[in-house]
Every structure is written in structure tokens, then in C-alpha cells.
């Protein structure tokens, strides 16, 4: 069963707009939440991460939210820019062990 | 160049030969893990090793093997491949136990497909 879930298969956003990413967990053991960004032909790569013990995150454009008791993670990016434009998993981590969500597909439109 | 390396990037074999995909880091990191990604279930953990001849079962390990015997490298093992097992498989690394460590990087991913 999924335990880190991401509802929105797909995100257009303006360039210079917000986008905002969203993310729902099951697991209240889950320790950190993380977000990495996946370009096609490519490995995921780390983008921010955050401490079940903080609500918010910030680094640049990329800021995490943490909403502990809707069990809910989002990502803001902000000014969005086509190069942005790539596939968002969040993950979270439990022990030892990492769960991902199914990503989100964002284009960011010129 | 801080890296992890993967081997193939592609593959096409049949039901039950056995294979083995490589993977190594050159960062000295403790942490390393098996990943597959499939359409509909984004990235699920195969197996992960906290350090050298200590591995582990993540969520989905039927049908798979590793070992770590020195800490750069990490490979999985198929010892009798099924077509269920075609997938996009990624491993990736950390320096340490994901409460300390929790970015880990990510190999470019092995595209395996078992006929």
C-alpha cells in the first residue's frame, strides 16, 4: 500500500508564477520528508528536505511546508522557470528505509 | 568527479538468466540502495546495505539479491529473471544512516527488460 502519496500527476504553471507541489502520508513514524527533481534519462536528484520537527524549510526558491497533523507535505517554488520543468518526487524516511510518492510532472510554460 | 556509476544503462534478456547490474560510488558513503520505478508507483526500495556485509530488505526484495562486500559497490542480482521484473532501476548512496544522511545520489538508472 502507498504510503506517501502524490494525487496530481501534472502541474502547468506560468513562468515567474507559484507552483505548488503536494504530497499526503499515511506513516506518522515517517522521521524526514525530502523532495527530489528527476529529469528524464537521468537519476532523481536531491532538492530540499525536512525534519518531522519542523513545519517550514526554505532554500532560494524551493521552500517545504510540513502540515504534521493533516499528514500532508507541499513545495513551493518561487519564481517558477522553465528549467524547473521536470518530474517532483517527495519522499519520506522511517528507520532506515525510504518511501517515495509517484511524482508530479511540472512544466513551467514561458 | 563524485558519482555513482551503473552498469548496464540498458538491458534486454529472457525469463530465468540470471544477471547482475553494477553499481559503485566513489564518495565513501555508507549508506547505498536499490530502487525501481515503475508508471503508476513511482520509486519503490529493493534492498538497501548500511555499511559492508550489513544489507537489508526495503519494500518490494522478491526475487532480488545484493552484497556489499566493499563499501563502493553495491550490485543487485536477478537470479532468475521474470518479465515482472522489467522496470527502470536506479541505485543511489548516501554518507550515512538516513536519520544523519537523508539526501542520498542517485545513479543514472539501468532500463531492464526481461522477455
Known amino acids: 500500500d502507498q504510503q506517501v502519496k502524490q494525487n496530481s500527476p501534472s502541474l502547468s504553471v506560468q513562468e515567474g508564477r507559484i507552483s505548488i507541489l503536494n504530497c499526503d502520508y499515511t506513516?506518522?513514524?515517517?522521521?524526514?520528508f525530502l523532495w527530489y527533481k528527476k529529469y528524464p534519462a537521468e537519476g532523481p536528484t536531491f532538492l530540499i528536505s525536512?525534519?518531522?520537527?519542523?513545519d517550514k524549510n526554505e532554500d532560494g526558491r524551493f521552500t517545504v511546508f510540513l502540515n504534521k497533523s493533516a499528514k500532508h507535505l507541499s513545495l513551493h517554488i518561487v519564481p517558477s522557470q522553465p528549467g524547473d520543468s521536470a518530474v517532483y518526487f517527495c519522499?519520506?524516511?522511517?528507520?532506515?528505509?525510504?518511501?517515495f510518492g509517484t511524482g508530479t510532472s511540472l512544466t513551467v510554460i514561458p | 568527479e563524485a558519482q555513482v556509476t551503473q552498469n548496464p544503462r540498458y538491458l534486454i534478456t529472457v525469463t530465468g538468466k540470471k544477471l547482475t547490474v553494477t553499481c559503485s560510488q566513489n564518495?565513501?558513503?555508507?549508506?547505498m540502495s536499490w530502487y525501481r520505478q515503475d508508471p503508476g508507483l513511482g520509486l519503490r526500495q529493493i534492498y538497501y546495505s548500511m555499511n559492508v556485509e550489513v544489507t537489508d530488505k526495503g519494500d518490494v526484495p522478491e526475487g532480488y539479491k545484493v552484497s556489499r562486500k566493499e563499501k563502493r559497490n553495491f550490485p543487485l542480482i536477478l537470479e532468475s529473471p521474470s518479465p515482472n521484473q522489467t522496470s527502470l532501476y536506479f541505485c543511489a548512496s548516501s554518507k550515512g544512516t538516513p536519520e544523519l544522511y537523508n539526501e542520498q545520489f542517485f545513479g543514472p538508472g539501468t532500463r531492464l527488460t526481461v522477455l
Open positions: 506513516n506518522s513514524m515517517f522521521d524526514y
Open positions: 525536512i525534519s518531522s520537527i519542523k
Open positions: 564518495m565513501n558513503h555508507e549508506y
Open positions: 519522499a519520506a524516511s522511517a528507520g532506515n528505509q525510504f518511501y
